[in-house]
Structures are given as structure tokens and as C-alpha cells.
């Protein structure tokens, strides 16, 4: 590992290195980590364009397959840009907390888009006009997990107040396939707000291993080929409690 970048101190870690070698794969790499050894991004120096992750390989295709002539997306959470940077010809805008993230994404993954704002995301995208967007993507977590005030009630609300009739949004998030109280209350919040959901998981070695989980709602029913979801299979989560601003 070659480190090109590091900042550690209270309540924060970041880092960005060049390794030979990603999840088993040989190669040239660049990584950006959170001091939880979560990474947050990485790309294919030998071939930047891509996609090395399945999670946003599969919000791609639900993007595509769903609204094929989309235009407008809402992003809450940058990391290195990847989704973003995939469409240069759509309105993407991004809202980012950390402006470091902003910087190091610009800095060692080339990042080139004017399109982001740094700043609490909810609190941007409440500042949106209504019915403005055709996805709102949620992809943004500390090193406690995805901040608990874009996983409400009252935050599904706002989001669906965004969105056009036939808009859909979709989360990434960490937990397992069974037995998780809370996936199964956020699924069950989710619920509250938008008529049609679809929950995925990517699989992994071990029962007890904590899972990429994907959840989407929209408007109307959500579609996605099977074979084009990079790995994820479709699951129905626990029904669990209701998330709200004020609990």
C-alpha cells in the first residue's frame, strides 16, 4: 500500500492509498477510507472509467430501467463522484457534509463537475424546488452508519415531495439479510411514504457478515432485470418500528 493521504483525529479518519491489490483482485488501485476501514470509493487506475463497486453498478441500472430518459437526480453523499461523474450530460446535483471528501475526490480521482454543494443534505434538498428530480439517491454515511435524520419518516416525506409522480429513491445502506431490526424499520418507514418498494442484498461469505443492502421507493411499481443488478437478489426485509424525526 502506498499512502498518498491521511488525516486522523477525533471523530474523523480519512485516507486515500494506491494498492496492488482490491478485494482479491490484482491490479492498480486507488481507494479512499474511513478510519472504520469502510471505503468510501475506489477506482481502476489502469481503467478509470470503471465501475468497480456492485452497489452503484446497481442503482444504475434501476436509474436506467426505471425512467430511462431521466434528467434530474439529487445525490446526498459524493464519495469520489462515481455515479455523478457517469452522466456529464444530466443535472446531477450533489450534496456533500465533508468538504475534505469534496477536496480529496478532486484532488486524486479527478472529480471535474461543478455540481456540488457542501452542507447537511436534507437541509439542501429541503431547499429544492418540489416535483424537481426524478431520483433522489441516498449514499451517505459517518463512521456510526448513515445519519438517522435521512432515514425518517419525515425525511422519506421531504424526499417524495421532490420527486416527480413516477420518481423513485434509492438508498444504500449496510446491515444484513435477516434478522435486522434496523433494515427492517427503515424498510418499514420507507413504506409509510411511498407505495412501492423493493429491497435488495449482496451476498457475502458468512451468515453473520453485515451486507450492502439497497432499498428503493417510488411512486410506481419499480422495475429491474435480475441478471443486470450486479450480484444483489431482491429479499423482503422484517417488518420492524416506524423512524420518525421526534423518536
Same mark, same amino acid.
Do not use: W
Given at each position: 500500500?502506498?499512502? *498518498?493521504?491521511?488525516?486522523?483525529?477525533?471523530?474523523?479518519?480519512?485516507?486515500?492509498?494506491?494498492?496492488?491489490?482490491?478485494?482479491?483482485?490484482?491490479?492498480?488501485?486507488? %481507494?479512499?477510507?474511513?478510519?472504520?476501514?469502510?471505503?468510501?470509493?475506489? +477506482?481502476? *487506475?489502469?481503467?478509470?472509467?470503471?465501475? *468497480?463497486?456492485?452497489?452503484?453498478?446497481?442503482?444504475?441500472? *434501476?436509474?436506467?430501467?426505471?425512467?430511462?430518459?431521466?434528467?434530474?437526480? =439529487?445525490?446526498? /453523499?459524493?464519495?469520489?463522484?462515481?455515479?455523478?461523474?457517469?452522466?456529464?450530460?444530466?443535472?446531477?446535483?450533489?450534496?456533500?457534509?465533508?468538504?475534505? %471528501? %469534496?477536496?480529496?475526490? !478532486?484532488?486524486?480521482? /479527478?472529480?471535474?463537475? $461543478?455540481?456540488?454543494?457542501?452542507?447537511?443534505?436534507?437541509?439542501?434538498?429541503?431547499?429544492?424546488?418540489?416535483?424537481?428530480?426524478?431520483? %433522489? +439517491?441516498?449514499?451517505? =454515511?459517518?463512521?456510526?452508519?448513515?445519519? !438517522?435524520?435521512?432515514?425518517?419518516?419525515?425525511? =422519506?416525506?421531504?424526499?417524495?415531495?421532490?420527486?416527480?409522480?413516477?420518481?423513485?429513491? =434509492?438508498?444504500?445502506?449496510?446491515?444484513?439479510?435477516?434478522?435486522?431490526?434496523?433494515?427492517?424499520?427503515?424498510?418499514?418507514?420507507?413504506?409509510?411514504?411511498?407505495?412501492?418498494?423493493?429491497?435488495?442484498?449482496?451476498?457475502? $461469505? /458468512?451468515?453473520?457478515?453485515?451486507?450492502?443492502?439497497?432499498?428503493?421507493?417510488?411512486?410506481?411499481?419499480?422495475?429491474?432485470?435480475?441478471?443486470?443488478?450486479?450480484?444483489?437478489?431482491?429479499?423482503?426485509?422484517?417488518?420492524?418500528?416506524?423512524?420518525?424525526?421526534?423518536?
Amino acid at each position: 500500500m502506498h499512502l *498518498l493521504y491521511e488525516e486522523i483525529g477525533p471523530g474523523r479518519g480519512i485516507r486515500v492509498y494506491d494498492t496492488n491489490e482490491l478485494y482479491g483482485e490484482k491490479g492498480r488501485f486507488r %481507494v479512499l477510507q474511513f478510519a472504520n476501514e469502510a471505503i468510501q470509493g475506489a +477506482i481502476d *487506475l489502469n481503467n478509470p472509467g470503471r465501475i *468497480l463497486f456492485e452497489y452503484p453498478r446497481a442503482i444504475i441500472h *434501476l436509474m436506467e430501467t426505471n425512467r430511462p430518459l431521466f434528467e434530474n437526480v =439529487f445525490m446526498i /453523499g459524493h464519495g469520489i463522484g462515481t455515479i455523478a461523474a457517469r452522466y456529464p450530460q444530466k443535472r446531477v446535483t450533489v450534496a456533500e457534509y465533508d468538504p475534505k %471528501v %469534496v477536496e480529496l475526490s !478532486r484532488t486524486y480521482f /479527478g472529480y471535474d463537475r $461543478e455540481n456540488i454543494i457542501v452542507g447537511d443534505g436534507r437541509e439542501i434538498l429541503d431547499q429544492e424546488p418540489p416535483e424537481a428530480y426524478d431520483y %433522489v +439517491i441516498l449514499d451517505a =454515511f459517518t463512521e456510526k452508519g448513515t445519519p !438517522r435524520h435521512l432515514i425518517t419518516r419525515e425525511f =422519506f416525506e421531504l424526499g417524495r415531495s421532490k420527486l416527480h409522480t413516477d420518481g423513485a429513491l =434509492f438508498m444504500n445502506l449496510f446491515g444484513k439479510s435477516e434478522h435486522d431490526n434496523h433494515i427492517g424499520a427503515i424498510y418499514t418507514t420507507l413504506g409509510e411514504v411511498f407505495s412501492y418498494r423493493k429491497a435488495f442484498y449482496l451476498p457475502s $461469505e /458468512g451468515t453473520r457478515d453485515t451486507l450492502n443492502i439497497l432499498l428503493a421507493g417510488g411512486g410506481c411499481p419499480l422495475m429491474y432485470q435480475a441478471r443486470h443488478m450486479a450480484g444483489f437478489i431482491e429479499f423482503e426485509p422484517e417488518p420492524g418500528y416506524l423512524i420518525t424525526d421526534r423518536l
